[in-house]
C-alpha cells in the first residue's frame, strides 16, 4: 500500500483496540445513502517507475526551447545551492511555525528575508511573502484602501503600462469589496502613463496610484514625478517593481518627496524557476505607520525566557485566525518555500552579483533589440529608457510569426494583439543574463528566416 | 537533528568585498541605467562565500521539525509523508524550464497532467467542473464565495448577501465572506458536534447567499444530517460550500457533490501531499457543480481531440476572473498529479481508512490512558480532539504547556486552542502514514507529561528545554517591533 505503513496484524490489533470488527466499520456514522465503494474515472494506481516513465516522457515533450519571454515571469540562473538546501526535509515537508520554538529555521529565514527585501525597496518592513506579484498588486490596493483612511473614495489609479493579467487579477480581487479601479491610459509616443492624463485628475479624491516599474513594456516610468503627483493630491503610492531592477535602479522609498507607501511585485526572479506558471512568491513592504494594515505572514526577533534572542510569528491580531471576519486578508500562510528559495538566492548573489545580473540584462536586452530591429520591418515601439524588455512593430501579424520560430526552438516573445489590440503588430521581448550574444544572434537569424528577408547588412 | 546551537543572521556574517563568485554573471556585457533612475549605493544584501551561506541555511534547517524528521500530528493540517517521487519529477527539466506564455504547441505534456488531474478531482468530489488555479486554500475559498455570488447576481437575486458559518469553522470562512463583500452570520454547534439544526432554520433567510461547512468539521466528527441541512439550505435559495481542510477523512468513501455541495476546494497540500515548505505554496483547487460551471475561476486546462488547451475568458465569459498571474501553482499541481496516479483509484480510498483507523486508533489509546476526548461518544474522523480541562483545572499545566513539553519528547504539537468551542484542546491528526509504533511513542509521551506535571508541575510549564529556544516573548515582538535587520550605519 504506497505510504501506509500497516501490516494485516496492526489492522487487527488496532481494531480490537478501538472495538469496532472492520475499518469500514469507522465510517458507520456516515449515511450508507452517500458511500460510494468505488471511484470510476480514477485510473489504477501505477508505481513510481511507471509514473517516472510517463513524467520522463511528458516533460521530454515539452523540451527546452531558447526562451525570449518575460511579461512577468523571468528566466535568471539559479545557483545549485538553491533547490538542494529548500528541498531539505527540515525546509519542504515543515509546516508554518506555530509552534515557534520548532520552527527557529523557517522563522530566522523569514526574518533574513523581510529584511532582504525592505532593503531592496529602501522601505521599513516587509511581510513574509504572499502568493505572487499580481495578488500582492491586489492586496496592496485593498491595503491602501485600509491605510488611506481620509479618502473615502476608494479609487485607484491602475495604469495601462501595468501587465495585464495583474490588472484582470486586482479587479477581481477587490470587486467584491466595492473598489474602483480605473485604467490609466498610456501615452502611446512613450510607452509610459500620461501625465496629462494624471494632470486632469488633479484635486480629486484618489485613494492610491500604482506605478508599474519598469512598466509592462520594458519602460522606465518618471516615478519621480508620478510620486510627488501623488503627494500633491494626497493620494498613496503602490509601487509594483521588478526587484531584480532595484540592484541598480531608484527604489520605491526614495522615489520623489518621501517615497512610496506600499511596494509590490513578484520575487520569482530570485531562485524560483519558471515552472510552467509557478509556484512564484509575492513581495510587499510599506513603510511603519501602515505596518498594521500589511497582510500576511510577518516573523519578528524578540527573547525568549532565558533573555536568548529569537523569532516568531509576530501582529497576528492582523490575521484572520485572530481577527475572522475582520481580519485583514483571509491569507493563512506565506509562500515559504519559494520565500527561502528566494532568500539562499540573494545571500548567494549579494549586491554585487545582484549588480551584476541587473546589469547584464540591461545590455543583453540592448543587443536584443539592436539585432532584431536590422531586420526591415522590425522596429521599437517605444524609444527611452528601458529595463530587460522591450516592445517591438512587426510588419505583420505576431502570432504566425511566433509558430514558425517555436517550430525553430524559439520561443521569441509574448504577442501583445489580445491586450493592446491598439498597438498594431506588436511583440514584447526580453533577454536576461542567461540569454548569450550566440541565442541572441540565433534568434535574429531565425526571424529573418520567417520574414522571408536577410538582415540588412 | 535539532541543535541548541543559535545562529546568527546572515548579515552578521557579512564581510565586503567577499562573494559566491560562482555564481555571478560575467562583468560584461554590463548596461547602465539612466542618471536620473540610478540607485545610490549599493542594496543591503549580505556578503558570504557559497559555503558560508551553504552552511548557514542547512544550521537553520536543522532548527526545525518537519514531517521528514518528525511526527507532526497537527490537526486540520494533515501532515502526511510527502513522497520524494512527486518532488523530483515536478522538476524534471522539461516542466521547471518552461515559460507560463510559451504556447500550447510546446506545453502539451505539462497540459495533459494538469487535464487528468482536473479529471481525478472531479471524480474524487462528485463535481462537474474544476478549475486548478488558486494558490491557496484561502483563495480557492475566496473563488467559491465569489462564485456563490456571481451566481445570485446572475439571476438578479441582488439581495443575498449573508454567508452562515458554523462557530466551530476555521477563521479563514468569516475572513473570505468578509473580502467578498458578504456578511457572516455565526450559528451555534451542538453538544455532539452537529449543526444546530434551529439555529439553522433561523438563520436562513432571502438574503442567505450560501453555508460554508467543513464536513467532518474541524471538531473531528461527521456532520450525521447533511443530506437534511443541505435540502433546508437549497430550499431557502442558498448553495453550500464545502471547506476541503478534512477531505483527506473522506476520500473515496463519500464525495462532497453526493452530500449536496455545490461548490468545494481542496487543499492539495493537505489531502494530495503536496509539501508545506514552512507555510506553503498550497494549491487550493476548487470543484463545482452545474450550476456553478459557468463562474469557475480562468485559465482551465481543456481538451480538443486530442489537443490540450487553455480555456480563458473567452471560453468562459462568466468566470469570476483571474487570480493568479499565469495558471496557478503548476508545479504544486505537478506533484499532487504524481501523487494521486501512485495511489489510484484504490489508494486513495485506503487514504481515509488507514488514516480514520489511525485517528480512532489513538483516540481509543489516550481515553484509555485517560485522557479526556471531546466528543468520546463519536466516532473520529481523520482527526480528533482531547481536552485538558481536568489536567488545566487540577494541575495548573495546559494544554499550551502539554504542547510545548511535547516538543521536548521528539513530537510536534497537535493543533492548540482550536476550535475555539473546547476548552484546553489539542485537534489531534496522526494521517495515514504513521506506524502504530509513532502512535504509541506519542501516546507514552503524553503519558509521561501527565506524570511529570503531577511531581514536577513547574518543568512541563517552563517547556520546552531541549529546542534552539526557550519560550518566546510574544508581548514584546509586538511591542517592540524588529522585522527587519538594519545595517550599522558609521
Not at chain 1, 368 to 396: M, S
Amino acid at each position: 500500500m504506497p505510504y501506509i505503513p500497516h501490516t494485516p496484524d496492526d489492522v487487527r490489533a488496532m481494531l480490537e483496540r478501538i472495538g469496532v470488527p472492520s475499518i469500514d466499520g469507522l465510517f458507520d456514522e456516515i449515511p450508507a445513502a452517500l458511500r460510494v465503494e468505488s471511484l470510476p474515472g480514477v485510473p489504477e494506481a501505477l508505481t513510481e517507475m511507471e509514473v517516472s516513465r510517463l513524467a520522463a516522457k511528458r516533460a521530454a515533450a515539452d523540451g527546452s526551447p531558447l526562451n525570449f519571454i518575460g511579461a512577468g515571469a523571468y528566466e535568471h540562473h539559479i545557483p545549485a545551492p538553491v533547490w538542494a538546501l529548500v528541498t531539505r526535509g527540515e525546509i519542504y515537508s515543515a509546516y508554518t511555525p506555530y509552534q515557534a520554538e520548532a520552527s527557529q529555521g523557517t522563522l530566522q529565514i523569514m526574518y533574513e528575508y523581510q529584511s532582504m527585501i525592505a532593503g531592496l525597496a529602501a522601505m521599513d518592513v516587509s511581510n513574509a511573502s504572499l502568493y505572487d506579484g499580481a495578488s500582492a498588486l491586489a492586496e496592496a490596493c485593498l491595503m491602501a484602501v485600509r491605510a488611506h483612511r481620509r479618502s473615502k473614495s476608494a479609487r485607484i489609479l491602475l495604469p495601462e503600462t501595468i501587465n495585464p493579467v495583474w490588472r484582470r487579477v486586482a479587479r477581481a480581487i477587490t470587486e467584491g469589496q466595492g473598489l474602483r479601479l480605473e485604467t490609466l491610459a498610456c501615452d502611446p509616443a512613450s510607452g509610459c502613463i500620461d501625465p496629462a492624463r494624471l494632470a486632469a485628475l488633479s484635486g480629486e479624491d484618489i485613494t492610491a496610484l500604482v506605478i508599474p516599474q519598469p512598466n509592462f513594456f520594458g519602460r522606465l516610468e518618471d516615478a519621480d514625478a508620478l510620486t510627488r503627483w501623488a503627494r500633491a493630491n494626497g493620494a498613496l503610492v503602490i509601487a509594483a517593481v521588478n526587484p531584480v531592477s532595484l540592484a541598480v535602479m531608484k527604489p520605491p522609498g526614495e522615489w520623489g518627496d518621501g517615497g512610496a507607501d506600499i511596494a509590490c511585485g513578484d520575487a520569482q526572479p530570485f531562485g524560483v524557476p519558471l515552472s510552467s506558471g509557478g509556484p512564484y512568491v509575492g513581495f510587499m513592504a510599506c513603510r511603519m505607520e501602515h505596518v498594521r494594515q500589511l497582510p500576511g505572514r510577518i516573523a519578528g526577533r524578540t527573547v525568549d525566557a532565558e533573555g536568548k534572542p529569537g523569532f516568531t510569528l509576530t501582529l497576528q491580531a492582523r490575521e484572520q485566525h485572530i481577527r475572522r471576519a475582520k481580519a485583514t486578508s483571509n491569507i493563512c500562510t506565506n509562500q515559504g518555500l519559494l520565500m527561502s528559495a528566494a532568500t539562499i538566492h540573494l545571500a548567494l548573489l549579494g549586491p554585487t552579483g545582484l549588480d551584476r545580473v541587473a546589469r547584464a540584462c540591461i545590455a543583453r536586452t540592448g543587443e536584443l533589440v539592436a539585432a532584431l530591429t536590422q531586420l526591415p520591418g522590425v522596429r521599437v515601439a517605444f524609444p527611452g529608457p528601458r529595463f530587460h524588455e522591450a516592445v517591438l512593430k512587426l510588419d505583420r501579424p505576431v502570432a504566425p510569426v511566433l509558430e514558425a520560430l517555436a517550430a525553430d526552438g524559439i520561443i521569441g516573445g509574448f504577442d501583445l494583439a489580445r491586450d493592446y489590440p491598439e498597438l498594431g503588430d506588436a511583440l514584447l521581448v526580453c533577454a536576461t543574463e542567461t540569454r548569450t550574444r550566440a541565442d541572441i544572434e540565433a534568434y535574429a537569424r531565425a526571424l529573418g528566416r520567417v520574414l522571408g528577408r536577410a538582415a540588412a547588412a | 537533528m535539532i541543535t541548541r546551537k543559535p545562529e546568527p543572521l546572515i548579515f552578521e556574517l557579512s564581510h565586503a568585498g567577499r562573494g559566491a563568485t560562482a555564481q555571478y554573471p560575467a562583468a560584461e556585457p554590463s548596461g547602465e541605467v539612466p542618471p536620473g533612475f540610478r540607485r545610490r549605493g549599493q542594496p543591503p544584501l549580505p556578503e558570504v562565500s557559497e559555503l558560508q551561506a551553504v552552511r548557514h541555511y542547512t544550521r537553520l534547517s536543522q532548527l526545525n521539525f518537519g514531517i521528514d524528521t518528525h511526527f507532526y500530528p497537527l490537526g486540520s493540517c494533515t501532515m502526511k509523508y510527502n513522497p520524494r517521487a512527486c518532488n523530483a519529477l515536478a522538476m524534471l527539466p522539461g516542466f521547471l524550464g518552461r515559460h507560463p506564455l510559451a504556447g500550447s504547441a510546446t506545453g502539451q505534456g505539462v497540459m495533459a497532467c494538469l487535464f487528468e488531474l482536473q479529471e481525478m478531482l472531479k471524480h474524487v468530489t462528485g463535481m462537474a467542473g474544476v478549475s486548478l488555479t488558486p494558490m491557496a486554500g484561502a483563495q480557492g475559498e475566496f473563488a467559491g464565495v465569489a462564485m456563490i455570488r456571481a451566481y445570485h447576481r446572475a439571476r438578479g437575486d441582488l439581495a443575498r448577501d449573508e454567508i452562515i458559518v458554523p462557530d466551530a469553522a476555521h477563521g479563514t470562512n468569516p475572513a473570505t465572506a468578509t473580502m467578498c463583500g458578504m456578511k457572516v452570520r455565526e450559528i451555534p454547534t451542538l453538544p455532539d458536534g452537529d449543526v444546530d439544526i434551529a439555529a439553522l432554520e433561523a438563520a436562513l433567510s432571502p438574503a442567505t447567499a450560501g453555508i460554508m461547512l467543513t464536513n467532518p468539521s474541524t471538531l473531528g466528527v461527521f456532520e450525521r444530517r447533511i443530506v437534511g441541512i443541505a435540502r433546508k439550505v437549497h430550499e431557502a435559495g442558498g448553495l453550500l460550500y464545502y471547506d476541503g481542510a478534512n477531505l483527506n477523512a473522506i476520500l473515496g468513501k463519500v464525495r462532497p457533490g453526493d452530500m449536496g455541495f455545490d461548490v468545494i476546494h481542496m487543499n492539495l497540500h493537505k489531502t494530495f501531499s503536496t509539501p508545506h515548505g514552512g507555510g506553503g505554496p498550497g494549491s487550493g483547487a476548487v470543484g463545482v457543480g452545474q450550476r456553478l460551471l459557468p463562474y469557475l475561476p480562468v485559465p482551465v486546462v481543456g481538451r480538443e481531440g486530442e489537443r490540450y488547451r487553455w480555456l480563458d475568458e473567452r471560453d468562459l465569459p462568466d468566470s469570476i476572473g483571474r487570480l493568479s498571474g499565469f495558471m496557478g501553482n503548476t508545479g504544486v499541481l505537478l506533484r499532487a498529479w504524481v501523487y494521486m496516479r501512485i495511489l489510484g483509484a484504490a489508494g486513495m480510498r485506503r487514504v481515509a481508512e488507514y488514516s480514520t483507523l489511525n485517528a480512532n486508533y489513538l483516540m481509543a489509546r489516550l481515553a484509555e490512558a485517560g485522557f479526556e476526548p471531546a466528543y468520546r461518544d463519536r466516532r473520529a474522523s481523520h482527526e480528533f480532539i482531547i481536552t485538558l480541562k481536568r489536567e488545566a483545572r487540577e494541575l495548573g499545566v495546559t494544554a499550551m504547556d502539554f504542547a510545548k513539553r511535547l516538543l521536548d519528547h521528539g513530537y510536534h504539537a497537535p493543533t492548540t486552542y482550536f476550535p475555539l468551542l473546547v476548552p484546553e484542546c489539542l485537534l489531534i491528526e496522526p494521517t495515514e502514514s504513521e506506524t502504530r509504533e509513532e502512535l504509541d511513542g506519542f501516546v507514552e509521551a503524553l503519558v509521561a507529561i501527565r506524570r511529570e506535571a503531577e511531581t514536577d508541575a513547574a518543568t512541563v510549564k517552563a517547556a520546552p528545554h531541549t529546542m534552539p529556544v526557550r519560550r518566546l516573548d510574544d508581548v514584546r515582538a509586538a511591542r517592540q517591533l524588529d522585522v527587519a535587520w538594519k545595517p550599522v550605519t558609521a
